[in-house]
């Protein structure tokens, strides 16, 4: 237990102690005590989130954004996720072709990508972002910990900038990649059967097999699994590529465009090759919807 949880343990039970004998105690404890405590709390939070260099690139496209990358400072006990990181502020707009100016706590963000930008940096958990050129102010509680300052040098979440640009993110074990809404992602597969071939790389040997054997009825196991990983990287990731193959398609819904991939790649497994419409004509668009 740390020096700040042992102390206010020990608050805990000398304030209990008193209250019990004392009125006045129960109103120390009430407007003196407990705003203390919310505020040593914050405070041992914040010193057990602060950021930490990672060993990874990040990229803008295929532009390497010079400089470290940082954590967020949060620890995830299920998967490392580098999309929240922290790269340097003026690197990374001067990538988009912005002119940055920083006077003291105010940073102006001129760029033909994404227009005027004031962000008023009070702290790291009072960060004003205004967007002039939409006519929009952030909301405060979504910009917290957006920006942070390190070695005297302001850095922002690439999450961040994603949301201001209308972006795609990813990110793997060596790097995370921002990409802008008009950059061809190469990454992504073209067409259903480029899909199999990807799924065939990176799925293992008895999951494959699984999804061979199963029912087409069976596979909506994969919807949450599967499914969301081909939705939040290969569908939401662009309007182009395979997901306007599947729009042009009649598809609408992404889960639904992830759960078509998964039952042709089943088909594909038992030397079946379907065409999208073939697949729809054959369930119905009702099975796509989700």
Partial sequence: MGLTRRFLYSMMV?????????EKWRIMKKYIFVPICILLVQNSCAQNNQPYRLDIKAYLNDTEIIGPVYSNGSVSNIYENYSNSYVSLVNIFNLLESETII???????????IGNIIIIYENQTNIIINHITKGLELNPGFTNNS??????????????????INGALTDDEEKVVLYTSDYERLDIPLTLNDCYL??????RTDTKEDIKISSVD?????????GRWIRNNWIRQTNNRITKLLYDNG??????MSQLIII????????????IQ??????GPEAFEF
């Fill in 198 to 203: 990807a799924l065939n790389n990176q799925l």
């Fill in 103 to 113: 006077n003291g706590n105010a940073i102006e963000i001129s760029s033909p990508k």
């Fill in 218 to 226: 069976e596979l909506i196991k994969y919807h949450r699994g599967l």
């Fill in 147 to 164: 920006i942070v300052i390190i070695n005297n040098e302001y850095y922002i979440q690439i999450s961040m900038v994603r949301y201001l």
């Fill in 251 to 256: 598809l609408r819904d992404p889960d639904g």
């Fill in 278 to 283: 073939e697949l729809m004509n054959e369930y």
């Fill in 14 to 22: 000398i304030y209990n102690t008193m209250c019990h004998r004392n």
């Fill in 264 to 275: 042709g790649y089943h088909y594909y497994l038992n030397d079946i090759n379907k065409t």
